[in-house]
Structure formats: structure tokens, C-alpha cells
């Protein structure tokens, strides 16, 4: 029997995030202020009293995801993970959780991730949808269809669980990918509220940005494998490590297969780290025999 520990990714957010993590624990507490410094600015208060609307702000949502999910780590006794994975944002959490990033360099990078990803959005309107029972390879072969057709961008991004595959591309491109994804059979094909079309081709413009501070930044031995989103198997050298956070961005999250790997790699308990259930409810999804937990 493994133990895995997941952290989740953008869109698990809410307001009051962290909050009595804050209050009650010292170390936690500590974290956030250290936090703050290094934002240049108050997330915590952003995080604990702010709005949605405020939070849902790239550059906000993704340093405030990731320091919960660090965060609750941080408060569990002589936790030693037999393997991490993290969905999308999530991986970088995971990462400081096997000892690979240091907190305070992973949540410089998770800044400039969020920055570099919403300048990426402002250049071309572009948007996710999801699509709910359709065969992953239903759903890739229409997303290559419409590309061919339209010139429009349009791709398989997260593959959450069966059944569920959110797409991303341009908005043109997806509206015409949504309607042929009902009519191929699919429940349903949802526009997404989000800022842009992340893990797609369009994110490329901030691929340069990011790779430049992850070179730059040092990454140490893994004490255990991370199960990385674009390859879904597990990992622990430093430098393949580096490279797959960098095509991360412009490459699909592969959720159902890593999460596939980890069950073969000997994976019976999953705990999601951070805010939300929604990896848990995934990972139930994906294997029914898994034990799962959260600690937020």
C-alpha cells in the first residue's frame, strides 16, 4: 500500500481560503506572512476576506491555491509521501512537497506563471469547455477536425476523468467544436468561465517567460516521484522535471492517466492537500477502490 498526495489547481478557490489555518497555527501563520513579502502584497487578506470576483483573478487565483495547498501540508506531523502529482497549477504544490522547490522559489514561479499566462489571454480571445460523456478519443478527433477546417485552435487539455475532457482553444474554435461534440453524442458541451485557453497552443507566449525563471531557479532531489501532468508517469530527475513544467503550459493535464500510473505504481490512498474536494472526487472516479481524504 503507496500513499499519494495530490494538490489541486486553479478554480478550487473560495473566499475565506486559509483562514483559520491562519488563526490557529503558528507555522501556517508564519508561511502567509513570509507569503506576503515576497508578493509584494497582502494575499492573505485577499485570500481570508475578498471577493469571488477578486479571487478569481489569475494572478491571485493561482499564488492563493497554491499557498493553501502548501500551506495545509506544511501543519501534518513527519508526513513522507510515497508519490505526488499536482492538476495543472497543483504540480508545483507537489513539488514543494517532495522536497524538489523550495516554498519561497515555487511561489516566485507560480507568480510569474500566473502573470505570463494572463498577458497570454489578453492577446487573443480564447476560452475551455467541457465535455461530458464522450469517448477521450471522440473528443480528439473532432478537436483535430475543426482545427483542419476552421484554422481555429482548438485541443484536448484536461483529461479529468472518464467522461470528463475539457477542451481549449480559441472562442470561434470552440463554439464549433462544442456543437459537433453534441451531435457526436456528448451530455454536454460547456463554455467555461475562464480567462483563456490554458494548456493549449495559445499559451505558448508565456512558455518563453516561465522557462526563463525555471532555468534560472534550483531544483533539488526528489524524495519521492511526482507524476507529471504531460508525461502521466513518474519523474524524480531534477532536469526532466524542469522541462515538463515548461511544456506543461501549452501541453494537456493527463489527470486519469497519472492517476492511472500511480494506482499501478502501487497507489491505495489519496489525500488532496489544499482547497476544495475536487480531486478527490476525481480520483474516485478514476479508481473506485481508492481511499481518499483531504486536509484543507
Same mark, same amino acid.
Given at each position: 500500500? /503507496?500513499?499519494?498526495?495530490?494538490?489541486?489547481?486553479? %478554480? #478550487?478557490?473560495?473566499?475565506?481560503? %486559509?483562514?483559520?489555518?491562519?488563526?490557529?497555527?503558528?507555522?501556517?501563520?508564519?508561511?502567509?506572512?513570509?507569503?506576503?513579502?515576497?508578493?509584494?502584497?497582502?494575499?492573505?487578506?485577499?485570500?481570508?476576506?475578498?471577493?469571488?470576483?477578486?479571487?478569481?483573478?489569475?494572478?491571485?487565483?493561482?499564488?492563493?491555491?497554491?499557498?493553501?495547498?502548501?500551506?495545509?501540508?506544511?501543519?501534518?506531523?513527519?508526513?513522507?509521501?510515497?508519490?505526488?502529482?499536482?492538476? #495543472?497549477?497543483?504540480?508545483?504544490?507537489?513539488? +514543494?512537497?517532495? %522536497?524538489?522547490?523550495?516554498?519561497?522559489?515555487?511561489? /516566485?514561479?507560480? #507568480?510569474?506563471?500566473?502573470?505570463?499566462?494572463?498577458?497570454?489571454?489578453?492577446?487573443?480571445?480564447?476560452?475551455?469547455?467541457?465535455? @461530458?460523456?464522450?469517448?477521450?478519443?471522440?473528443?480528439?478527433?473532432?478537436?483535430?477536425?475543426?482545427?483542419?477546417?476552421?484554422?481555429?485552435?482548438?485541443?484536448?487539455?484536461?483529461?479529468?476523468?472518464?467522461?470528463?475532457?475539457?477542451?481549449?482553444?480559441?472562442?470561434?474554435?470552440?463554439?464549433?467544436?462544442?456543437?459537433?461534440?453534441?451531435? =457526436? %453524442?456528448?451530455?454536454?458541451?460547456?463554455?467555461?468561465?475562464?480567462?483563456?485557453?490554458?494548456?493549449?497552443?495559445?499559451? $505558448?507566449?508565456? /512558455?518563453?517567460? @516561465? $522557462?526563463?525563471?525555471?532555468?534560472?531557479?534550483?531544483?533539488? =532531489?526528489?524524495?519521492?516521484?511526482?507524476?507529471?501532468?504531460?508525461?502521466?508517469?513518474?519523474?524524480?530527475?531534477?532536469?526532466?522535471?524542469?522541462?515538463?513544467?515548461?511544456?506543461? @503550459?501549452?501541453?494537456?493535464?493527463?489527470?486519469?492517466?497519472?492517476?492511472?500510473?500511480?494506482?499501478?505504481?502501487?497507489?491505495?490512498?489519496?489525500?488532496?492537500?489544499?482547497?476544495?474536494?475536487?480531486?478527490?472526487?476525481?480520483?474516485?472516479?478514476?479508481? /473506485?477502490?481508492? +481511499? +481518499?481524504?483531504?486536509?484543507?
Amino acid at each position: 500500500m /503507496k500513499h499519494a498526495y495530490v494538490f489541486p489547481g486553479q %478554480g #478550487s478557490q473560495f473566499s475565506g481560503m %486559509g483562514k483559520s489555518l491562519y488563526e490557529i497555527n503558528p507555522v501556517a501563520k508564519d508561511l502567509f506572512e513570509k507569503a506576503n513579502d515576497i508578493l509584494g502584497f497582502r494575499i492573505s487578506d485577499v485570500m481570508f476576506d475578498g471577493t469571488d470576483e477578486e479571487l478569481k483573478q489569475t494572478n491571485i487565483t493561482q499564488p492563493a491555491v497554491f499557498l493553501h495547498s502548501v500551506i495545509a501540508f506544511s501543519t501534518l506531523d513527519a508526513v513522507r509521501p510515497d508519490m505526488v502529482a499536482g492538476h #495543472s497549477l497543483g504540480e508545483f504544490s507537489a513539488l +514543494v512537497a517532495n %522536497g524538489v522547490l523550495q516554498f519561497e522559489d515555487a511561489l /516566485k514561479l507560480v #507568480s510569474i506563471r500566473a502573470k505570463a499566462m494572463q498577458k497570454a489571454c489578453e492577446l487573443q480571445p480564447s476560452t475551455m469547455a467541457a465535455v @461530458l460523456a464522450l469517448a477521450d478519443e471522440k473528443v480528439e478527433e473532432i478537436c483535430a477536425e475543426v482545427s483542419k477546417e476552421s484554422g481555429e485552435v482548438v485541443v484536448a487539455a484536461n483529461y479529468n476523468c472518464p467522461g470528463q475532457l475539457v477542451i481549449s482553444g480559441s472562442v470561434k474554435g470552440i463554439e464549433i467544436a462544442c456543437e459537433r461534440m453534441k451531435v =457526436a %453524442g456528448a451530455k454536454r458541451a460547456l463554455v467555461l468561465p475562464v480567462g483563456g485557453a490554458f494548456h493549449s497552443p495559445l499559451m $505558448a507566449p508565456a /512558455k518563453e517567460e @516561465l $522557462a526563463a525563471a525555471i532555468e534560472s531557479t534550483v531544483f533539488h =532531489a526528489a524524495s519521492c516521484p511526482v507524476y507529471q501532468n504531460v508525461v502521466a508517469k513518474a519523474v524524480t530527475d531534477p532536469t526532466q522535471i524542469k522541462q515538463n513544467l515548461i511544456d506543461q @503550459l501549452t501541453g494537456a493535464v493527463r489527470w486519469t492517466q497519472s492517476v492511472q500510473a500511480m494506482v499501478a505504481d502501487g497507489a491505495t490512498h489519496f489525500t488532496e492537500s489544499g482547497p476544495g474536494k475536487v480531486l478527490q472526487g476525481l480520483v474516485q472516479k478514476i479508481y /473506485k477502490e481508492a +481511499v +481518499v481524504t483531504g486536509v484543507n
